[in-house]
């Protein structure tokens, strides 16, 4: 049974930093790339950010570019979002969500598996 639990989440001032994880359990986490994807009330829920399953590739949003770095350590089976620069449209639940495709990330319809969401809350 494949879980993933997400954590990190919390209140953050504009301008600061967070960092998410994203804990997997199940078979094989490094044949997957992972991504994260968020929440704002009263949105649809968007991508942020994917990662390939050795981590040699990434893909972001134009909206978090240069802000967001997503990493993964195969060897604990968890996948990271370390946020900088928050500003308060960041606020949003962000899950995590696996994918057994190579490409087309973006699309949600790509992953399998998801989290049950961890809450940023940035204020201004």
């Known amino acids: 049974q494949v879980q993933l639990v997400e954590s990190g989440g919390g209140l953050v001032q504009a301008g600061g930093s967070l960092r998410l994880s994203c804990a997997y359990s199940?078979?094989?986490?490094?044949?997957?790339?992972m991504g994260w994807f968020r929440q704002a009330p009263g949105k649809e829920r968007e991508f942020v950010a994917a990662?390939?399953?050795?981590?040699?590739?990434?893909n972001y949003a134009d909206s978090v570019k240069g802000r967001f770095t997503i990493s993964r350590d195969n060897a604990k089976n968890t996948v990271y979002l370390q946020m900088m620069s928050l500003k308060p449209e960041d606020t949003a639940v962000y899950y995590c969500?696996?994918?057994?495709?190579?490409?087309?990330?973006?699309?949600?319809?790509?992953?399998?598996?998801w989290g049950q969401g961890t809450q940023v809350t940035v204020s201004s």
């Open positions: 199940g078979r094989t986490f490094s044949s997957y790339a």
């Open positions: 990662i390939s399953w050795s981590g040699g590739s990434t």
């Open positions: 969500a696996r994918s057994r495709y190579g490409s087309g990330w973006s699309v949600e319809s790509k992953y399998d598996y």
